[in-house]
Structure formats: structure tokens, C-alpha cells
T-cell receptor
């Protein structure tokens, strides 16, 4: 049971490049989400999904796209990377319900130069 | 919508002493309050949680209390140890099943 798997672990991009952060979970969780965590700050929600085919914006969605074609996968796309997107990105998943634990991936440290 | 405030942002305690981190929430409909621990360079992981129909929950040296009337909940760590050094996040689950996070508390255990 791998849990939540994120790839890559580290990435350096040039301004204007695009890339996709991968997230996969093997727990059959309905709910998946992407957060960014900046130094000394908390977790800010970028996008989330309550099931395959359904996505919605979180607190800081600009510059990011998501899709959810399967229950297992929830990729995050950076359309045109900017230095302000330098951050650590976490994917999380959980069962949809009142008292369910969120499981996090190991994180992706992204630097945009 | 729900809003969660967490205090203090940094807490330094002597090894062996107790640590208390406090959170307040705004939405009285929230009914689930987890606490996550994030060690340096690692992912956040659940350490304890409490449901709205419970006032207190303990797990060894860790306890969480909830005051629904005042809309606040607290994390208590007794007999602190070096391995307790980390960032702690509180959260509240809102009526859309979303977790709303506090800003985090950096706990420093002094030897």
C-alpha cells in the first residue's frame, strides 16, 4: 500500500516553462487536493476534487490547472511558471466524509528561476 | 466560510515541560478538528483528532480539548521531548468536507 505518491520530488523550471506535478493514490479516496506551502507559512489550497470528473478552485488557483480523469490520479499543471510559484507542493487525499484523515504525499520542491 | 486562527506562531519550551497550542474557528457547523505534525522537510501527518460531540481526547502524551460554545480547541503535549520539535497545524472540517487550516505553530524544544 503506497498511499499518496507525488513526483517529482524536486524540480527547477525556467520562467515561462510549463510542467505537470503528478499525484496518485491507491486508497480509493474520493477527495484529492493540492496545496502549496511557502516558507514559514501554512497550507494554501490550490485546487481540489471530490471525485473523478469533478474539480474546483481553492484559495490560490491562478496559474494552475487540474483534471481528474480517474479516482487514482490528480495531476497539477503549471501553465507558464513564474518565480512566485516557487514553493513546496503537497497533494493530499481522503475519503469524503465528516471524520476522515487526510493523507499527504511527500511533497515537490519547485524552484522557478 | 470557515476561518481558523492558530496561536502562537512560535512556541519554545524546556524539554520536559508542557506545550499548549490554541486554535479558534468561526463556523459552528464544523464538526471535525484534526491536528497534524510536520517535521522539517517532511509531509504533514495526523497525530490526533477530535469530533464535535467529544470534549477531550488523549493519546499518551498528547491531548486535544474542544470547547464548542467558545469555538476553540487546543493541543496539549506533556513531558515534551526533542522529537516533539516540529510545526503543528490545526484544522477544521467545514460543511463542504473541506479542511480549513490554521497557519501553523513552530514548536521548539530546548534541551
Amino acid at each position: 500500500n503506497a498511499g499518496v505518491t507525488q513526483t517529482p520530488k524536486f524540480q527547477v523550471l525556467k520562467t515561462g516553462q510549463s510542467m505537470t506535478l503528478q499525484c496518485a493514490q491507491d486508497m480509493n479516496h474520493e477527495y484529492m487536493s493540492w496545496y502549496r506551502q511557502d516558507p514559514g507559512m501554512g497550507l494554501r489550497l490550490i485546487h481540489y476534487s471530490v471525485g473523478a470528473g469533478i474539480t474546483d478552485q481553492g484559495e490560490v488557483p491562478n496559474g494552475y490547472n487540474v483534471s481528474r480523469s480517474t479516482t487514482e490520479d490528480f495531476p497539477l499543471r503549471l501553465l507558464s511558471a513564474a518565480p512566485s510559484q516557487t514553493s513546496v507542493y503537497f497533494c493530499a487525499s481522503s475519503y469524503r466524509g465528516d471524520y476522515t484523515e487526510a493523507f499527504f504525499g511527500q511533497g515537490t520542491r519547485l524552484t522557478v528561476v | 466560510g470557515e476561518n481558523v486562527e492558530q496561536h502562537p506562531s512560535t512556541l519554545s519550551v524546556q524539554e520536559g515541560d508542557s506545550a499548549v497550542i490554541k486554535c479558534t474557528y468561526s463556523d459552528s457547523a464544523s464538526n471535525y478538528f484534526p491536528w497534524y505534525k510536520q517535521e522539517l522537510g517532511k509531509r504533514p501527518q495526523l497525530i490526533i483528532d477530535i469530533r464535535s460531540n467529544v470534549g477531550e481526547k488523549k493519546d499518551q502524551r498528547i491531548a486535544v480539548t474542544l470547547n464548542k460554545t467558545a469555538k476553540h480547541f487546543s493541543l496539549h503535549i506533556t513531558e515534551t521531548q526533542p522529537e516533539d520539535s516540529a510545526v503543528y497545524f490545526c484544522a477544521a472540517k467545514d460543511s463542504n468536507y473541506q479542511l480549513i487550516w490554521g497557519a501553523g505553530t513552530k514548536l521548539i524544544i530546548k534541551p
